[in-house]
């Protein structure tokens, strides 16, 4: 077969019975992706067998290399080459692959498989988390040199495979302009280019030559003109490995290689039918029955893997004992956190001290907590899609980070939000603790890869500014968020903050420096003052009573972010009404509703009237409460001065006070 002739027997073999193994996974789940198996084998076995720095004995290796399968819907091809590996994956579970509770998903997640590096499925995305690995290195590499110049912890080259669809998304190129511009020489990308999408031939949607298009990124480039051909795949890799630059390898491949539909859509995403299985097979040489391997194709990968990683790996071993044992306190720290990839931070809200007359941007209070866990942890960092200087989001004792700055900590994202995200998660699957920052209205951009976050549980804060539609509504409609926190708090084992004040800021961070969660931080940029009675201690809880009533409880007015203030404003009015009402501060829903059933009933009890207050969608709320309590928008809003909006929309002072009192006395 192409690019055969050129090979050692064994190396047939093994990418052979790789391709043999994932087609039988596809064929025993009905359901997989062909194609890329057989066009990307040789690639995917030539990068494991000969270049990556890897011990399937301990998989979590932290100077390991890392690979990233952007096209996850080839995973079954990646299960593969790890089960030949030695990486803890059985036959057994490749059998189940696509399966119910299997380690072998129909895309790779990093928490069920030993050897997946991180979790993937979007298109593209795979190509930015791996640029926030790359990242990750080299600032982990950098800190760690400022204590030993000639340390032997991090150091690691960051492999992505992709494939055409992959590079048509714009979070693609976001994410590879981003990595040009640092320079990230470590990062090294693999394109299956087989010129076939899973609609028909690229140039039904897509006509840019990529040679071309890497050479305007200043990407180093190597072009493999027989993606089959071992040697030259094997020359590209090591050629790209010694670059000063970030690099991309072209394979120029042919989709489905040997199938009787090879180069053709259909076998993109659809299973090859028993006959062309068994045709196949004839051609590759494989007489063994499904699911099995030969025993010399294992020893002779084990052997390659061994003869190439076992010095470096000794030698970490080595080094990583003598750091443990060498009394530096600092090192000996951050390595546990590197290891560990939890890094938490000593914080807590009752070291200080709130003026009662404190009156403040959110903003600005939000940029002096960040840079007191600053000082906590080098392990913390993070940026902007250049929104920073708008969202106050970032590090005043720092620099600009840059491939001449290693190690500043302000990360200049450019207006690349999605990008932003992706990277991010990428950094984060390091161990780093890292935030980014844009507008509340532009959180969807990163909603792809944001998901990805939540899914992993990765310690990323997404900070967002502007958080109301009477937030600088002289931008316009498309400015003013209002379904926006309905889509970050419907998102799984996400926790969304709206907090009222300083007060409960400080509560959101201690939350966020004590735990490993996705957070999504959502801060107005009005002036806003202490609000009496606010506790940084109980927005853990949620919810909570920032006002009691006095002697009956006639009605609750459950309030988020400055919204609170309007609510205090109107108990005193409600005073005057003869109405003895109670205001509950809710800066997350998502941790209310995990409090028991004795603290929610007490905080809202049965059979009262609960009246919400939150200027954006309705939906979510009538969990708490009836449809006609909820005072919400569910409308896009308009440009104007925020007195105008308010009246508009009948959210202003006068306007909420004549609802509430109407809902309460009715």
């Known amino acids: 077969m192409k690019g055969f002739d050129e090979m050692n027997i064994n190396d047939t073999n093994a990418i052979n019975e790789i391709k043999a193994l994932a087609l039988d996974m596809i064929s025993k789940a009905g359901s997989g992706s062909p194609g890329m198996v057989l066009s990307a084998a040789p690639i995917i076995y030539n990068l494991y067998a000969n270049h990556l720095n890897i011990n399937p004995e301990n998989p979590d290796w932290i100077n390991r290399d890392r690979f990233v399968l952007s096209s996850a819907h080839a995973s079954s091809l990646l299960y593969a080459t790890l089960h030949l590996c030695g990486y803890p994956i059985t036959k057994e579970d490749l059998k189940t692959y696509r399966t119910f509770n299997s380690i072998c998903p129909g895309h790779p997640e990093v928490e069920l498989t030993k050897g997946i590096d991180i979790t993937t499925g979007p298109s593209g995305n795979g190509i930015a988390s791996a640029v926030g690995i790359a990242l990750a290195e080299r600032y982990l590499e950098n800190i760690l040199k400022s204590e030993d110049e000639n340390q032997a912890l991090i150091n690691f080259n960051t492999y992505v495979l992709c494939n055409d669809t992959d590079l048509m998304e714009g979070i693609a190129y976001e994410a590879l302009s981003f990595a040009a511009k640092e320079k990230l020489d470590k990062f090294i990308l693999l394109v299956d280019h087989s010129k076939v999408t899973n609609d028909g031939p690229i140039e039904n949607t897509f006509l840019e030559e990529l040679t071309t298009r890497f050479d305007a990124l200043d990407f180093h480039i190597e072009n493999v003109k027989d993606g089959a051909n071992f040697k030259a795949i094997d020359k590209a890799i090591t050629n790209a490995k010694k670059s000063k630059k970030p690099s991309v ?64 790996y000794t030698e970490f071993v080595e080094y990583f004992n003598q750091i443990k044992h060498s009394g530096n306190e600092r090192f000996i720290n951050l390595l546990r956190m590197v290891v560990e990839k939890n890094v938490i931070l000593p914080f807590d809200s009752l070291n200080y001290r709130v003026n009662n007359t404190y009156n403040e941007d959110m903003r600005l209070t939000n940029h002096k907590i960040i840079n007191i866990l600053a000082e906590k942890s080098e392990l913390f960092l993070g940026g902007g899609a250049d929104t920073s200087s708008t969202t106050k989001a970032y590090i005043d004792k720092t620099s600009i980070m840059s491939y001449k700055n290693p190690l500043g900590r302000n990360i200049n994202f450019g207006n690349r939000e999605l990008a932003m995200s992706g990277i991010l998660n990428g950094m984060a699957s390091m161990g780093l603790k890292v935030y980014g920052n844009t507008y509340l209205s532009l959180s969807d951009y990163l909603k792809p890869s944001m998901r990805l976050s939540a899914l992993m549980n990765l310690p990323i804060t997404y900070i967002f500014t ?89 009605g609750i007015i459950i309030a988020t972010g400055f919204e609170v203030n309007t609510a205090l404003l ?37 059979n009262i009237k609960k009246i919400v207050l939150e200027p954006s969608s309705k939906i979510g709320w009538s969990r708490l409460t009836e449809e006609k309590y909820i005072l919400g928008i569910d409308e896009f809003g308009s440009s104007g001065k ?10 202003d002072y006068e306007s909420l006070k004549i609802k509430v009192t109407k809902l309460l006395k009715e």
């Open 466 to 554: 502007n958080d109301a539609l009477y937030n600088n509504p002289e931008e316009g409609t498309l400015f003013e968020p209002i379904e926006q926190l309905v889509t970050l708090r419907s998102l799984p084992n996400m926790i969304t903050f709206r907090p009222c004040d300083i007060s409960e800021i400080f509560g959101c961070w201690e939350y966020i420096a004590k735990n490993k969660k996705t957070i999504s931080l959502v801060l107005s940029n009005k002036a806003t003052p202490k609000v009496p009675n606010s506790n940084a201690k109980l927005v853990g809880r949620g919810g909570y009573i920032i006002k009691k009533e006095e002697v009956r409880l006639d």
């Open 570 to 606: 109107l108990n005193e009015d409600l005073k005057k009404e003869n109405l003895d009402i109670r205001i509950v501060s809710m800066p997350s829903q998502e941790l209310y509703f995990e409090n028991d059933k004795e603290y929610k009933k007490q905080l809202l009890p049965e």
């Open 642 to 651: 925020s007195s105008e909006i308010l009246r508009k929309y009948e959210y």
């Open 249 to 312: 390898i072209i394979f120029n491949t042919i989709l489905g290689l040997g199938s009787r539909n090879e180069n053709k859509s259909v076998v993109f995403n659809t299973p090859l039918d028993d006959d062309d299985v068994f045709a196949l097979k004839r051609k590759l040489n494989i007489t063994i029955a499904p699911f099995e391997t030969r025993k010399d194709t294992i020893i002779h990968i084990e052997k390659l893997i061994k003869n190439r990683v076992l010095k470096k």
